[in-house]
């Protein structure tokens, strides 16, 4: 199993520019999120989805889009990029989202937006 | 509403030395509790959990102990490697999104030879 991977690793973009950050996994997991990682902010919930067709914001989601035509991918589209979503953006996954699930993570994005 | 302090970093320690993070939280009810730990260049893992209170998680010579009544998941390990250098989160459900986990800060743990 290659767990979550996501791409790319890196990106720098210019503000204003569009792109997507992709995200996959093959543990057959209903769960996925997207997460953004800042200094001394721990992790924040950027959009969920409980499984293929169904998505939700969580707790920052302006910006970012999200679609979940599969089991396997999610991925994170930001629209418009800002100077302020420079960040490092992390998927993961867990089997039901319940409380006591684990979710694994994938490796990250790090994008700038200049 | 729901959040989680966690001990603030960096933390260097000698090989050998003895680690705790500090972890409290704030929460309705008695939520599972996990430590998630980001070594250099990589994404999250769990390092351990503990799904109800008084219940123990351990791995890989790291504990915490669930303790209600002072709401706290502290992580201890009594010998620290060069290898443990790494971001530890503490982190619970919580908020109004299904599956959302709340995370701390994150302690940065640096462990010298």
């Known amino acids: 199993n290659a767990g979550v991977t996501q791409t790319p690793k890196f990106q720098v973009l210019k503000t204003g520019q569009s792109m997507t950050l992709q995200c996959a996994q093959d543990?057959?997991?209903?769960?996925m999120s997207w997460y953004r990682q800042d200094p001394g902010m721990g992790l924040r919930l950027i959009h969920y989805?409980?499984?293929?067709?169904?998505?939700d914001q969580g707790e920052v989601p302006n910006g970012y889009n999200v679609s979940r035509s599969t089991t396997e991918d999610f991925p994170l589209r930001l629209l418009s990029a800002a100077p302020s979503q420079t960040s490092v953006y992390f998927c993961?996954?867990?089997?039901?989202?319940?409380?006591?699930?684990?979710?694994?993570f994938g490796p990250g994005t790090r994008l700038t937006v200049l | 509403g729901n959040s989680v302090t966690q001990m603030e970093g960096p933390v260097t320690l000698s090989e050998e030395a003895f680690l705790t993070i500090n972890c409290t939280y704030t929460?309705?009810?008695?939520?599972?509790l996990f430590w998630y730990v980001q070594y250099p260049g990589e994404g999250l893992q769990l390092l351990l959990k503990?799904?109800?209170?008084?219940d123990k998680g351990s791995n890989k010579g790291f504990e915490a102990t669930y303790r209600k009544e002072t709401t706290s998941f502290h992580l201890e390990k009594g010998s620290v490697q060069v290898s443990d250098s790494a971001v530890y989160f503490c982190?619970?459900?919580?908020?109004?999104?299904?599956?959302?986990?709340?995370f701390g800060q994150g302690t940065i743990l640096t462990v010298h030879p």
């Open positions: 993961a996954s867990s089997t039901a989202g319940l409380n006591t699930d684990t979710q694994y």
């Open positions: 543990m057959n997991h209903e769960y």
């Open positions: 989805s409980v499984g293929a067709g169904i998505t």
């Open positions: 929460a309705t009810g008695y939520p599972s």
């Open positions: 503990a799904t109800k209170a008084d």
């Open positions: 982190a619970f459900p919580g908020g109004t999104s299904y599956g959302k986990l709340t």
